[in-house]
């Protein structure tokens, strides 16, 4: 009797041991994906001319096109890029792209100095900056949660002004092409720079 107690009780302890062991699991793998994610939107911010600002340390800050920008462009013919050492301000021309015969600019998202430049456009981002200012240019920019609702609805802005005259520019589901912008008119281009990048005197 006391033989099979002993027994009753050993299985009774394996069985718990299973069912804690598998409720840790399932606890690990429904957490894991949000706080990735929410590591990922703290270091990712946007400038309303479509750069974005990603935080590596307090001391290095990559800076790139956004989304928006490589859907817009496809990518650019040409980047003329600031060089390393240039001391920078937020809201400042960060860079000026060619575009077929036309010409885009976007702005620097944080002040600071330019420690690195990507010429061979090896990855996303275009500066490296060392920020001066950090904590007072993120609170100007947009962030969070709110990146990728900003996003969607500067396409729908753009599809809303512009998808009736843009036909060449839209595949079947109305999805904008990668190189939408090209299709714009001069007229139109001037417009799409100014409303959506923030230009001055763009071509």
Known sequence: MVVLI????????????????????????????RVVSA??????YLH??????????????????????????????EIILPKAGTAVRQGETAWKGRVAER?????????????????????DWL????????????????Q????????????????MEHAGSLVPAMQDGGELVDGFARHLTDEQWREFCQEFFNCEDMK
Not at 48 to 74: L, N, W
Not at 127 to 142: A, F, G, M, V
């Open 39 to 44: 590591a990922s939107d703290a270091g990712m």
């Open 144 to 159: 969070g949660a709110s990146v990728s609702q900003w996003l969607k609805m500067a396409r729908a802005k753009f599809l």
């Open 48 to 77: 309303p001319s479509h750069s974005f600002a990603r935080i590596i340390s307090d001391q290095e800050v990559e800076v790139g096109m956004d989304d928006f920008s490589k859907r817009a462009f496809g990518w650019m013919d």
């Open 103 to 123: 010409m885009v600019s976007q702005r620097i998202p944080v002040d600071g100095e330019i420690i690195a430049v990507n010429e061979r456009r090896q990855g």
């Open 6 to 33: 002993m027994v009753a009780m050993f299985l009774i302890f394996i069985g718990i041991s299973y069912l804690q062991e598998k409720a840790a699991k399932r606890r690990a793998t429904v957490q894991a994906p």
């Open 127 to 142: 500066l490296k900056i060392k920020p001066s200012r950090l904590q007072e240019n993120l609170s100007n920019l947009i």
